[in-house]
Every structure is written in C-alpha cells, then in structure tokens.
C-alpha cells in the first residue's frame, strides 16, 4: 500500500512555531512534496524532499528521513495567513503521485 | 498568464447527465493529472497522461473518460452522473524541465450533482 499519514487538525498560535508530521510507506518512493491549500482554492508547492535533511525556504522548512519514512513541514514565525491545509504527497517510482488527507491548521491571535 | 487552466469553474446539473471539465496548460509540461478531491478534502489522483499517453488510470468508473487532443490538453467526461460524483476536480501538470517535477494545480472545477 501506499498510506500516507498526517494529523488530521492542529491549532497555533500567530507569532508561534508549528511543525506538521508526515509518515508514508517507503516502498518505491521517490520524492516526498508539501503543498498549502486555501480553503476554495488550488493547492500551491512549498516544498520537495528527496534526500535526508532539512530543505529551508524562508519561515518554511521540511525535513525527510527516508529510513524512517517520515517527514515534517516547519512553519515558524506563524501568520493568521498561514491558515490553511498542509498536504503532504509523495511521489512513487511509477510517477504516481499519493497525498495525504491534509492538515487543517488554524492560527490563532 | 494562468498556467493551468480549468473550465467551468463551478458546473451544478442533474443526476443522468453528461458533462465534460476542460484543461489547459501554457507551461510546456510533458505530463497532466486529474484529481478528485471529495467533502473530505482528501485529494485522490484519477488519471495521468504523458505525452497524450495514459501512464496512470485509478480504479474510477468507466463513466470517467480522459481525453488528450495534445500535451498541453486533458479534458474529463462523465457519462451518466451520479450523486457521488459531487467534488472539486483538479487537473495539473508537470514537466521534465523541472528537477523535482513539481505539479501545478488549476483552479478546480466544482461539480455538483442534484
């Protein structure tokens, strides 16, 4: 199978730091992205892992351990904009790509 | 400008009917999804094609059928609408030409069914 694992909801607060968890099975994997979604809109691209470590982009930054079959997303300096849902998807060696249910995370005053 | 283009935004019709959802994309892109995301918002992929060649086909009804006139187009018909149809499709595309072959999502059909 190809489960693709994440917090359903999660709450923070502006100012704060948040970090979003990720696991996946590792079989065929072959890139692991992070994409914000608005509510009523397109998800958009944050980020792409496809070796071990810690990819930073500006207050974002996502982190893969291939071994363990896990990442995080790290949003800190959290704004009410912020607001959204945070998919994690990973890419298998077909090319097919699998998301996850998403991440609602609300940021509060 | 837009980059990946749907067409019609939102598309309400009855149970029975048939429709179909267009996409374009303007980014030179070799390769174009559709995805279904449900109620739940759980964003499930339904067809990729590259190069006007399907490379993915999920297991969805056979009332789904993707058509690709050339590269920069994948249209979606649905025969014989049903009740569970109801979503947001989203069609995207990638490209060789980026390293990490990042999709790009259109703006998202809203489909609802009566």
């Known amino acids: 199978g190809q489960n693709i694992d994440q917090p359903t909801e999660m709450t923070a607060t502006e100012g704060a730091i948040v970090q979003i968890n990720c696991t996946y099975q590792?079989?065929?994997?072959?890139?692991l992205f992070w994409y914000q979604q608005h509510a009523g809109e397109a998800p958009t691209f944050l980020s792409y892992?496809?070796?071990?470590g810690l990819e930073e982009k500006g207050r974002f930054s996502s982190f893969l351990s291939r071994s363990k079959g896990y990442s995080y997303l790290l949003l800190k300096e959290l704004q009410m904009k912020d607001s959204a849902s945070y998919l994690c998807?990973?890419?298998?060696?077909?090319?097919?790509?699998?998301f996850g249910a998403g991440t609602r995370l609300t940021v509060k005053p | 400008d837009t980059a990946v283009s749907q067409t019609p935004k939102y598309l309400v019709t009855q149970m029975g009917n048939d429709k179909s959802i267009k996409c374009e994309q303007n980014?030179?892109?070799?390769?174009m999804y559709w995805y279904k995301q449900d109620s739940k918002k759980f964003l499930k992929i339904m067809f990729s094609?590259?190069?006007?060649?399907?490379?993915i086909n999920e297991t969805v009804p056979n009332r789904f059928s993707p058509k690709s006139p050339d590269k920069a187009h994948l249209n979606l018909h649905i025969n014989s609408l049903e009740l569970g149809d109801s979503a947001v499709y989203f069609c995207?595309?990638?490209?060789?030409?980026?390293?990490?072959?990042?999709?790009?999502f259109g703006p998202g059909t809203r489909l609802t069914v009566l």
């Open positions: 998807a990973v890419r298998f060696n077909n090319n097919d790509m699998r």
């Open positions: 094609y590259n190069n006007k060649e399907l490379i």
């Open positions: 892992n496809v070796l071990d």
């Open positions: 980014l030179g892109h070799d390769t």
């Open positions: 995207a595309s990638s490209g060789l030409g980026d390293l990490t072959d990042t999709q790009y």
């Open positions: 590792t079989s065929g994997f072959n890139g």
